[in-house]
């Protein structure tokens, strides 16, 4: 069984930066249940949203301000934000699975880590 455990969330002022981690354990490292790793975004009485991934062997996601990295020698991901929003303010949910654009490819979630951006 893996687990995602999420860390780096809090309170952060509007323009600032923020990096999350996601740090991976279990022994299905090359199961394909766990051939990408992302995060995804979720507010109150929205659907939770994907937000990039890494999928094994492959490159960095970056869609404008968010960046997806991956460092498998410490099976762990990234979530750096820059210039942050207050619209960014959101439960982030780091997440491994087969196909990790949308939360039915997904096996394995994190608990989520809470990122709140004041203006």
């Known amino acids: 069984q893996v687990q995602l455990v999420e860390s780096g969330g809090g309170s952060v002022q509007a323009g600032g930066s923020l990096r999350l981690s996601c740090v991976a354990s279990?022994?299905?490292?090359?199961?394909?249940?766990?051939?990408?790793m992302g995060w995804f975004r979720q507010t109150p009485g929205k659907e939770r949203e994907a937000i990039g991934a890494?999928?094994?062997g492959g490159a960095d996601s970056v869609k404008g301000r968010f960046t997806v990295s991956r460092d498998n020698d410490k099976n762990t991901v990234y979530l750096e934000i820059d210039n942050l929003e207050p619209e960014d303010t959101a439960m982030y949910y780091c997440?491994?699975?087969?196909?990790?654009?949308?939360?039915?490819?997904?096996?394995?979630w994190g608990q989520g880590t809470q990122v709140t951006v004041s203006s």
């Open positions: 279990g022994p299905t490292y090359h199961s394909v249940y766990y051939f990408c």
């Open positions: 997440a491994a699975g087969s196909l990790c654009s949308t939360t039915t490819g997904i096996s394995y």
């Open positions: 890494v999928y094994n």
